[in-house]
């Protein structure tokens, strides 16, 4: 018999995800890929989820229905932990998990207090993101951000492959070109500000390129699968020992 999921991932509606992403999307590590997990997790499509009511005009409607799915896969599926598909959803951190009485991880944004805290307030926490312009200090602070902390945001949304997200939805990739981006804004990140000394990727399509960032640039690269890794050994999905 299969294992129960005990997490789940509420995640874009089908149809309103951008042709590049669904490329990333087929990639293992992708957040909505389950083969990157070696456990069971419950996706599921929330209606008008996409890069306008999530990333750029983050809406309040959205929340509430987010809230109310949320209630229902833990009242009554027996769901024990909510995440979102989307690092942006971070602004909707604190209000999804005062509604719901089971952990809510939203955003690998969350592990960046965590970083700071590992790399002393002398060096920095790189964050990799889809939209710079996108990310604010009300995302940051849903996710115990605090002004003090050592931040240095480094964008994509400027790259002429990457920015295909947001200013043609409807063309695919150039996987080649958009891989080059990513390593490219990574390093040129590093250069720019080598008091750096971890990586945090925002975006959850990022993870399956975290293994050639942390080889390139000689650093530590936490992504929306170590939080994955980190709330699946709370909950006994993943054994060390």
Not at 105 to 111: E, H, M, Y
Not at 149 to 176: A, T, Y
Not at 177 to 186: C, D, H, N, P, Q
């Amino acid at each position: 018999m299969d294992r129960k999921p005990k997490i789940a991932i509420l995640r874009w509606e089908a149809g309103h995800v951008p042709q590049g992403l669904m490329q990333l999307e087929t990639m293992p590590g992708n957040s909505t890929n389950t083969a990157s997990y070696p456990f069971p997790v419950r996706l599921i499509q929330v209606p008008g989820a996409n890069v306008e009511t999530v990333i750029t005009h983050p809406s309040q409607k959205l929340l509430a229905d987010m809230i109310a799915i949320a209630r229902d896969l833990v009242e009554k599926e027996g769901i024990e932990a909510i995440s979102t598909s989307c690092g942006f959803n971070a602004i909707f951190q604190k209000a999804l998990a005062e509604a719901v009485d089971v952990p809510v991880f939203t955003s690998a944004l969350l592990q960046v207090p965590f970083v700071q805290a590992l790399v002393g307030q002398n060096r920095a926490v790189g964050v990799i993101t889809a939209n710079k312009a996108a990310l604010t200090k009300e995302h940051f602070h849903a996710c115990g951000i605090t002004d003090d902390m050592n931040v240095v945001v480094l964008g994509l949304e400027n790259d002429r492959e990457w920015s295909k997200i947001f200013d043609h939805p409807d063309e695919r990739f150039d996987m080649d070109a958009v891989s080059k981006e990513i390593l490219g804004v990574a390093r040129e990140g590093l250069a720019q500000h080598p008091e750096i000394g971890a990586i945090v990727l925002e975006c959850t399509d990022l993870p399956p390129y975290a293994a050639a960032i942390r080889e390139s640039l000689h650093l530590p690269v936490f992504d929306f699968n170590s939080m994955m890794g980190h709330m699946a050994i709370a909950l006994g999905e993943i054994h060390l020992y």
